[in-house]
Protein backbone atom coordinates (compact mmCIF):
# COMPACT_ATOMS: atom_id res chain seq x y z
CA UNK A 1 0.00 0.00 0.00
CA UNK A 2 2.88 2.58 0.79
CA UNK A 3 5.46 1.45 -1.77
CA UNK A 4 5.02 4.58 -3.57
CA UNK A 5 5.50 7.35 -1.23
CA UNK A 6 4.74 10.19 -3.42
CA UNK A 7 1.15 8.72 -4.23
CA UNK A 8 0.94 8.34 -0.12
CA UNK A 9 1.06 11.93 -0.29
CA UNK A 10 -1.21 12.54 -3.20
CA UNK A 11 -3.56 10.62 -1.19
CA UNK A 12 -3.24 12.91 2.15
CA UNK A 13 -2.99 15.52 -0.06
CA UNK A 14 -6.39 15.38 -2.01
CA UNK A 15 -7.91 14.35 1.58
CA UNK A 16 -6.89 17.66 3.36
CA UNK A 17 -7.79 19.43 0.09
CA UNK A 18 -11.54 17.96 -0.53
CA UNK A 19 -12.02 17.51 3.26
CA UNK A 20 -12.47 13.94 2.91
CA UNK A 21 -12.89 12.77 7.04
CA UNK A 22 -13.29 9.71 8.50
CA UNK A 23 -12.26 7.82 11.44
CA UNK A 24 -8.35 6.62 11.27
CA UNK A 25 -5.98 4.23 13.57
CA UNK A 26 -4.26 7.61 14.25
CA UNK A 27 -7.03 9.99 15.05
CA UNK A 28 -8.23 10.72 18.09
CA UNK A 29 -11.69 8.35 18.61
CA UNK A 30 -9.21 5.03 17.81
CA UNK A 31 -6.74 6.32 20.66
CA UNK A 32 -9.09 7.31 23.11
CA UNK A 33 -11.01 3.60 22.47
CA UNK A 34 -7.71 2.72 22.56
CA UNK A 35 -6.35 3.89 26.08
CA UNK A 36 -9.33 2.07 27.86
CA UNK A 37 -8.59 -1.13 25.71
CA UNK A 38 -5.62 -1.15 27.44
CA UNK A 39 -6.94 -0.83 30.86
CA UNK A 40 -9.84 -3.15 30.05
CA UNK A 41 -6.52 -5.72 28.62
CA UNK A 42 -5.11 -5.43 31.63
CA UNK A 43 -6.89 -5.92 33.94
CA UNK A 44 -8.44 -9.12 32.55
CA UNK A 45 -4.72 -10.84 32.40
CA UNK A 46 -3.83 -9.72 35.76
CA UNK A 47 -7.16 -11.63 36.60
CA UNK A 48 -6.51 -14.42 34.05
CA UNK A 49 -2.78 -14.96 35.55
CA UNK A 50 -4.38 -14.69 39.46
CA UNK A 51 -6.80 -17.40 38.45
CA UNK A 52 -4.26 -19.76 37.05
CA UNK A 53 -1.89 -19.44 39.79
CA UNK A 54 -4.64 -19.88 42.16
CA UNK A 55 -5.82 -22.90 40.52
CA UNK A 56 -2.82 -24.21 40.63
CA UNK A 57 -1.59 -23.84 44.43
CA UNK A 58 -4.98 -24.29 46.31
CA UNK A 59 -4.39 -28.19 43.90
CA UNK A 60 -1.15 -28.11 45.25
CA UNK A 61 -1.87 -27.31 48.98
CA UNK A 62 -5.72 -29.65 48.74
CA UNK A 63 -5.19 -32.84 47.62
CA UNK A 64 -8.63 -33.63 47.65
CA UNK A 65 -9.06 -30.65 45.00
CA UNK A 66 -9.75 -31.22 41.19
CA UNK A 67 -7.62 -29.09 39.11
CA UNK A 68 -9.43 -27.89 35.89
CA UNK A 69 -6.77 -28.47 33.81
CA UNK A 70 -8.94 -27.96 30.94
CA UNK A 71 -9.91 -23.88 32.30
CA UNK A 72 -6.52 -23.53 33.41
CA UNK A 73 -5.42 -24.33 29.59
CA UNK A 74 -8.17 -22.50 28.12
CA UNK A 75 -7.25 -19.57 29.79
CA UNK A 76 -3.63 -19.69 29.31
CA UNK A 77 -4.48 -19.90 25.37
CA UNK A 78 -6.64 -16.95 25.88
CA UNK A 79 -4.58 -14.88 27.73
CA UNK A 80 -1.45 -15.48 25.24
CA UNK A 81 -3.70 -14.17 22.10
CA UNK A 82 -5.01 -11.68 23.77
CA UNK A 83 -1.37 -10.78 24.14
CA UNK A 84 -0.77 -11.49 20.71
CA UNK A 85 -3.74 -9.03 19.72
CA UNK A 86 -2.30 -6.42 22.09
CA UNK A 87 1.36 -6.96 20.13
CA UNK A 88 -0.28 -6.54 16.66
CA UNK A 89 -2.17 -3.34 17.58
CA UNK A 90 1.31 -1.91 18.56
CA UNK A 91 1.61 -2.28 14.84
CA UNK A 92 0.50 -1.50 10.94
CA UNK A 93 -1.18 -4.80 11.55
CA UNK A 94 -4.08 -3.51 13.42
CA UNK A 95 -6.81 -5.54 11.71
CA UNK A 96 -4.72 -8.84 12.99
CA UNK A 97 -4.84 -7.53 16.39
CA UNK A 98 -8.04 -6.69 16.33
CA UNK A 99 -9.39 -10.23 15.16
CA UNK A 100 -7.10 -11.89 17.80
CA UNK A 101 -8.27 -9.95 20.62
CA UNK A 102 -12.15 -10.55 19.84
CA UNK A 103 -11.91 -14.32 19.28
CA UNK A 104 -10.64 -15.77 22.57
CA UNK A 105 -13.05 -13.51 24.56
CA UNK A 106 -16.33 -15.39 24.08
CA UNK A 107 -14.94 -18.94 24.91
CA UNK A 108 -13.16 -16.54 28.07
CA UNK A 109 -16.52 -15.48 28.89
CA UNK A 110 -18.10 -19.07 28.51
CA UNK A 111 -15.34 -20.73 30.66
CA UNK A 112 -15.52 -18.92 33.75
CA UNK A 113 -19.40 -18.53 33.33
CA UNK A 114 -18.99 -22.31 34.23
CA UNK A 115 -16.34 -22.00 36.82
CA UNK A 116 -18.48 -19.89 38.36
CA UNK A 117 -22.07 -21.13 38.66
CA UNK A 118 -23.94 -20.22 42.00
CA UNK A 119 -24.48 -23.28 44.45
CA UNK A 120 -27.70 -24.08 42.38
CA UNK A 121 -25.91 -25.11 39.79
CA UNK A 122 -27.83 -23.86 36.53
CA UNK A 123 -29.59 -21.25 37.98
CA UNK A 124 -27.47 -18.44 37.95
CA UNK A 125 -23.70 -17.41 38.50
CA UNK A 126 -22.01 -15.54 41.70
CA UNK A 127 -22.35 -11.76 42.04
CA UNK A 128 -18.26 -12.08 41.65
CA UNK A 129 -18.32 -13.34 37.77
CA UNK A 130 -20.25 -10.17 36.80
CA UNK A 131 -18.01 -7.49 37.60
CA UNK A 132 -14.61 -9.47 37.70
CA UNK A 133 -14.93 -11.34 34.47
CA UNK A 134 -18.61 -11.03 32.84
CA UNK A 135 -17.93 -6.82 32.34
CA UNK A 136 -14.66 -6.52 31.42
CA UNK A 137 -15.03 -8.91 28.72
CA UNK A 138 -17.77 -7.63 27.53
CA UNK A 139 -16.26 -3.84 27.67
CA UNK A 140 -13.15 -4.98 25.80
CA UNK A 141 -15.10 -7.21 22.95
CA UNK A 142 -17.07 -3.56 22.08
CA UNK A 143 -13.78 -1.54 22.27
CA UNK A 144 -11.62 -3.91 20.32
CA UNK A 145 -15.27 -4.36 17.95
CA UNK A 146 -15.13 -0.20 17.29
CA UNK A 147 -11.46 -0.69 16.58
CA UNK A 148 -11.70 -3.17 14.33
CA UNK A 149 -14.23 -1.40 12.49
CA UNK A 150 -12.51 1.27 12.03
CA UNK A 151 -9.22 -0.21 11.11
CA UNK A 152 -11.37 -1.77 8.21
CA UNK A 153 -12.88 1.27 7.10
CA UNK A 154 -9.48 3.20 7.26
CA UNK A 155 -7.61 0.64 4.90
CA UNK A 156 -10.85 0.26 2.32
CA UNK A 157 -10.68 4.07 2.15
CA UNK A 158 -6.92 4.45 2.03
CA UNK A 159 -6.50 1.73 -0.68
CA UNK A 160 -9.90 3.04 -2.53
CA UNK A 161 -8.34 6.71 -2.83
CA UNK A 162 -4.53 4.77 -3.20
CA UNK A 163 -5.58 3.48 -6.09
CA UNK A 164 -7.61 5.95 -7.89
CA UNK A 165 -4.69 8.66 -7.21
CA UNK A 166 -2.42 5.65 -8.56
CA UNK A 167 -4.81 5.56 -11.67
CA UNK A 168 -4.31 9.25 -12.17
CA UNK A 169 -0.53 9.81 -11.84
CA UNK A 170 -0.40 7.09 -14.47
CA UNK A 171 -2.69 8.63 -16.51
CA UNK A 172 -0.40 11.90 -16.57
CA UNK A 173 2.41 9.87 -16.77
CA UNK A 174 1.58 7.92 -20.30
CA UNK A 175 0.45 11.38 -21.67
CA UNK A 176 3.48 12.55 -20.65
CA UNK A 177 5.58 9.96 -22.41
CA UNK A 178 2.89 9.49 -25.56
CA UNK A 179 2.68 5.27 -24.88
CA UNK A 180 1.28 3.00 -23.01
CA UNK A 181 2.90 0.55 -22.27
CA UNK A 182 4.76 1.46 -19.25
CA UNK A 183 7.14 -2.32 -18.98
CA UNK A 184 8.91 -0.71 -21.54
CA UNK A 185 10.32 2.25 -19.48
CA UNK A 186 9.62 1.23 -15.90
CA UNK A 187 12.75 3.69 -15.24
CA UNK A 188 11.45 6.76 -16.50
CA UNK A 189 8.08 5.75 -14.34
CA UNK A 190 10.07 5.64 -11.20
CA UNK A 191 11.28 8.38 -12.13
CA UNK A 192 8.49 10.16 -12.45
CA UNK A 193 7.00 9.27 -9.34
CA UNK A 194 10.06 10.27 -7.41
CA UNK A 195 9.71 14.44 -8.87
CA UNK A 196 6.16 13.85 -8.84
CA UNK A 197 5.14 16.85 -6.51
CA UNK A 198 1.31 15.90 -4.94
CA UNK A 199 1.26 19.94 -3.56
CA UNK A 200 1.62 20.88 -7.09
CA UNK A 201 -2.02 22.60 -7.78
CA UNK A 202 -1.16 22.85 -11.80
CA UNK A 203 -1.44 18.14 -11.64
CA UNK A 204 -4.80 18.99 -9.62
Avoid at 105 to 134: C, E, I, N
Amino acid sequence: MQKYEKIVKRVEFLEEKYGIKYAKTDGKLYNTLKFFYFISLIYILAINQLYIVSMIFVGSENENYIIDKNSIITVSICSLLLAAGCVFKCTRFKIVGGILTILPLPLLFFTFAVKMQDGLGYFGFKASFYWRHAIPIVILFILSSFMLIIALRSTIKFNKEYKKAYDNIYDMYRSQIGYDDMSVEQTDWEEFLKTYDPRDTKQN
